[in-house]
């Protein structure tokens, strides 16, 4: 069976699936004319939504398509078909944004930048940190990435608060409550972590409205999607010292402009997209664990419901 593999490193792919699938005939490159010219002759593809997306646009389609990304807006277009098995990249991501998150949270409490500057200053820094036990997380989007996220967080001795879709009973969280009920747990947090995919009703949800009801003392952390925040009121809100800081890895466009607001804003850190990158060994593993489900007829880790966007 031929596999076609769409993504920037595809090479790292196509070597670790002739190592651990050496039946498939592969297809690998980043090129999209490379890509068009075999497409219609691969039922299964792996690889980047941006890249694969093109390729449906261009009336190619597969039996089953398995991204390398936790994110699979290019595919939800209008304009792009919905009758094929998607994917999206589920359990390899978990542990590197949670290292990702822990990382910010130890800077934020140790003063790490306040205390590089002053050192750039020659200015003696004697203001004390705070530890991470007994401050509240609340980590919006409990998904895969978001549990495993909890449960990194819990040995340090946090309060961990969740949102998701509805309220439910998850350990580890204290509490998970519906969407609905953000505006009244971003005002006990310390910590306020946007996990969320892109669907409609996660759009503009961190508007002036929200960070109002922030903590001036908390830290905001978006390493979902950048159309979750207002990136205006997010500026406004650090001017005004409605929040100690933001640490913004995903924006609605990327690469930022040079003019955007986010570059001199106060205490906001760019990362550059950078929170969770993918693995090629971690996501091929999925993908053979998936392909064994999908020759099976079994159900699929990550499938995707278009309806609901994930």
Same mark, same amino acid.
């Given at each position: 069976?031929?596999?076609?593999?769409?993504?920037?490193?595809?090479?790292?792919?196509?070597?670790?699936?002739?190592?651990?699938?050496?039946?498939?005939?592969?297809?690998?490159?980043?090129?999209?004319?490379?890509?068009?010219?075999?497409?219609?002759?691969?039922?299964?593809?792996?690889?980047?939504?941006?890249?694969?997306?093109?390729?449906?646009?261009?009336?190619h389609k597969p039996r089953w398509l398995q991204s390398t990304w936790a994110g699979i807006t290019p595919l939800l277009a209008a304009d792009l078909?919905?009758?094929?098995?998607?994917?999206?990249?589920?359990?390899v991501f978990g542990q590197v944004m949670a290292e990702y998150v822990l990382c910010h949270l130890l800077a934020h409490e140790r003063q790490l930048?306040?205390?590089?500057?002053?050192?750039?200053?020659?200015?003696?820094?004697?203001?004390?940190?705070?530890?991470?036990?007994?401050?509240?997380?609340?980590?919006?989007?409990t998904g895969d990435i978001g549990l495993s996220l909890a449960q990194f967080l819990a040995p340090f001795g946090l309060e961990l608060l969740g949102?998701?879709?509805?309220?439910?009973?998850?350990?580890?969280?204290?509490?998970?409550?519906?969407?609905?009920?953000?505006?009244?747990?971003?005002?006990? *947090? @310390?910590?306020?972590?946007? =996990?969320?995919? +892109?669907?409609? #009703?996660?759009?503009? /949800?961190?508007?002036?409205?929200?960070?109002?009801?922030?903590?001036?003392?908390?830290?905001?952390?978006?390493?979902?999607?950048?159309?979750?925040?207002?990136? *205006? @009121?997010?500026?406004?809100? =650090?001017?005004? +010292?409605?929040? #100690?800081?933001?640490? /913004?890895?995903?924006?609605?466009?990327?690469?930022?402009?040079?003019?955007?607001?986010?570059?001199?804003?106060?205490?906001?850190?760019?990362?550059?997209?950078?929170?969770?990158?993918?693995?090629?060994?971690?996501?091929?593993?999925?993908?053979?664990?998936?392909?064994?489900?999908?020759?099976?007829?079994?159900?699929?880790?990550?499938?995707?419901?278009?309806?609901?966007?994930?």
């Amino acid at each position: 069976m031929r596999l076609l593999i769409a993504d920037n490193d595809h090479a790292r792919y196509a070597e670790l699936l002739r190592q651990q699938a050496p039946e498939f005939d592969l297809v690998a490159s980043a090129q999209p004319d490379e890509l068009l010219e075999q497409a219609a002759s691969c039922p299964l593809w792996l690889g980047q939504p941006d890249l694969l997306a093109g390729l449906l646009r261009q009336g190619h389609k597969p039996r089953w398509l398995q991204s390398t990304w936790a994110g699979i807006t290019p595919l939800l277009a209008a304009d792009l078909p919905r009758d094929y098995q998607l994917c999206r990249a589920v359990g390899v991501f978990g542990q590197v944004m949670a290292e990702y998150v822990l990382c910010h949270l130890l800077a934020h409490e140790r003063q790490l930048f306040a205390r590089l500057a002053a050192q750039v200053e020659r200015r003696w820094e004697q203001r004390l940190p705070h530890s991470l036990a007994g401050r509240t997380a609340l980590i919006v989007g409990t998904g895969d990435i978001g549990l495993s996220l909890a449960q990194f967080l819990a040995p340090f001795g946090l309060e961990l608060l969740g949102v998701a879709s509805s309220a439910r009973s998850q350990p580890p969280f204290n509490q998970v409550v519906g969407l609905d009920a953000l505006p009244r747990l971003a005002g006990e *947090a @310390d910590y306020l972590i946007n =996990l969320l995919p +892109d669907t409609p #009703a996660t759009r503009d /949800i961190y508007d002036a409205a929200l960070f109002a009801c922030c903590k001036p003392s908390a830290l905001f952390i978006n390493a979902g999607r950048g159309v979750a925040v207002v990136d *205006a @009121d997010l500026i406004t809100a =650090l001017e005004q +010292d409605r929040l #100690a800081g933001a640490v /913004i890895d995903v924006c609605r466009q990327e690469p930022l402009p040079a003019d955007h607001g986010f570059w001199s804003a106060p205490r906001l850190l760019l990362t550059g997209h950078s929170s969770a990158p993918s693995e090629p060994r971690l996501l091929v593993q999925l993908f053979l664990d998936n392909l064994t489900r999908w020759r099976s007829g079994g159900e699929l880790r990550g499938q995707v419901d278009f309806a609901r966007g994930y």
